[in-house]
């Protein structure tokens, strides 16, 4: 368990409208990352950060936006939702220096309808 | 660019038999490598990595990896595969360039049959 929440765990919203997942870490972890987990595709990076105010854009990013004002959380918001955002959306963090594993959030299943 | 191959999709395989699932990666630089495993409804586990040193790498529930630079490969075995081994397994790709993004593959649903 490496301290890692989200929330909502669960979310069915409406397209067009604004949505905010969050990622809260226990142990003040510099590297922090986004995916979305589809069939077929595996997961793929949204976006990252480095540190606070620290971000960067991944592979699949269109669509989306991310915030870092604190170390503990990692926020991913569509701003307008669409069907094709519909997915399970993981947070990870890299632990510790000269250790280059990540670890895995829960998850959040989001339903865009 | 890197990427990361894993070609079967489904592995069906009978209690007790051996088992492997491949994983080939494409990259110009130093990599780390990963296997992570998922249970339904769950996140994704570490299984086991890669990161310098012995080839030969193991987990704590007998499944072993061998990284392969010639063939850039890092195929997952294990010798005897138990009902709960039943999962989803992703192989995953972290250059050794400081941002320590990951590449995953698509992922090989492994199901144990009885």
């Known amino acids: 368990d490496a301290g890692i929440t989200q929330s909502p765990r669960h979310k069915v919203t409406e397209t067009g409208t604004p949505v905010t997942l969050r990622c809260h870490q226990t142990?003040?972890?510099?590297?922090m990352y986004w995916y979305r987990q589809d069939p077929g595709h595996g997961l793929r990076l949204i976006h990252y950060s480095y540190g606070v105010k620290d971000t960067d854009k991944g592979e699949v990013s269109d669509g989306y936006s991310v915030s870092r004002s604190k170390t503990e959380d990692f926020l991913l918001t569509l701003e307008s939702a669409t069907s094709s955002q519909t997915s399970v959306y993981f947070c990870?963090?890299?632990?510790?220096?000269?250790?280059?594993?990540?670890?895995f959030g829960p998850g959040t299943r989001l339903l865009v309808l | 660019a890197q990427s990361v191959t894993q070609l079967d999709s489904q592995v069906p395989v009978f209690e007790e038999a051996p088992v492997e699932l491949r994983c080939n990666y494409s990259?110009?630089?130093?990599?780390?490598l990963f296997w992570y495993v998922q249970y339904p409804n769950q996140g994704l586990q570490l299984l086991l990595k890669y990161l310098s040193g012995s080839t030969l790498v193991e987990s704590i529930n007998g499944f072993e990896a061998e990284f392969n630079k010639s063939q850039t490969s890092f195929h997952l075995r294990k010798p005897s595969v138990h009902i709960s081994d039943t999962a989803e397994y992703f192989c995953?790709?972290?250059?050794?360039?400081?941002?320590?993004?990951?590449?995953f593959g698509t992922g090989t649903r492994l199901k144990v049959l009885a």
């Open positions: 990870a963090i890299k632990v510790g220096v000269g250790e280059e594993t990540q670890y």
């Open positions: 142990e003040n972890h510099r590297y």
């Open positions: 990259s110009s630089v130093s990599v780390y």
């Open positions: 995953a790709v972290s250059e050794d360039s400081g941002t320590y993004k990951y590449i």
